[in-house]
């Protein structure tokens, strides 16, 4: 009876699909995912574009937080940057694929430019610092009215790509449903790579990584550019969703949660963007339950109610960091691991 994977190459050894069991359930799961909209209420299509979303947008923090190290609490904001790049694009006749990529590069470009900090600044500092990010980006979004339109907003005209009109939900489903699956495949290609290794050797130890030639300035803002890019990509696409876009639309709350998704899903883990935001997702829609029936229970105590999501979701981190600092994640590969094995765990 086989008790484990052997390789006799580096080449089987570093393929990122190991066995063909886990290549038959990827391509059901991909399969699931394909037909759901097929069978699925409006309501759970809008649901799944959210969480699409959120999974890109994760594995940019993830990959600058969880592998290389750099705390950011200025995720929302960068993307705000790509939603309304996108958005005044496409307002004015760009193609909705060229505003995609313009929404990227432009976040990009400014994460690097509020990365530079991060080669002196570390830890708290550094979260201080994107905490800044955050507050400029909102100022500038309120302030220049004739862009952004202020703080009453932008109308977000329906974007087109080919055949496809994001007016419809089923097809803006399935264009997060692609970018979604393009973003987790870069990711976990990034980390197979020599910057990702650089990215991990940063964040276990930096001064060892400098002493053995890592260039720490250079890896760093790759770290935010890339992580950046891909919430510029989250951004635009969570423009399509709203159709309206306000600076109450990317806040330091939602950087918060975003930062709490890859907490609980795990940071350093690229399934962490999965269990994280589905978790979180799961959560929320039964909170969204119990206090519907809390507040029809009792109408006279609505107030009592109003922070049970914060109350919740703050007790559900400090869980996560006291018992499982590693997240689901790691959790699921220990259970995997014992699986595999069982019953001749020896």
Known sequence: ??????????RTDERIFQTWFVRVWLIAFLILCAVFPLVASEYMISIMIEVGIAIIACHGLNLLTGFTGQISLGHAAFMGVGAYTSS?????????????????AMTALIGMIFGIPSLRLRGLYLAMATIAAQFIIEFTIRRWDTLTGGVEGMYVEPGTLGPLHFDDRMQLYYLTFVLAVAVTMATKNIIRSRS?????????RYLAAEVIGVNLFKYRLMSFAVSSFFAGIAGALMAQNLEVITHESFTILQSIDYLAMCIIGGLGHVLGGFFGVGFWFILERILEVVNTTLNTAFPDHVTWFVSIREIVFGLVIIWFLIFEPDGLAARWRTIRAYWKLWPFSY
């Open 196 to 204: 990702g290794r650089a990215f991990v050797a940063i964040r276990d």
């Open 1 to 10: 009876m086989p008790a484990g994977l052997f390789h006799e190459n580096y």
């Open 88 to 104: 005044i694009l496409v307002s004015h006749g760009a193609p909705f694929s060229v505003s995609l990529a313009c929404a990227g």
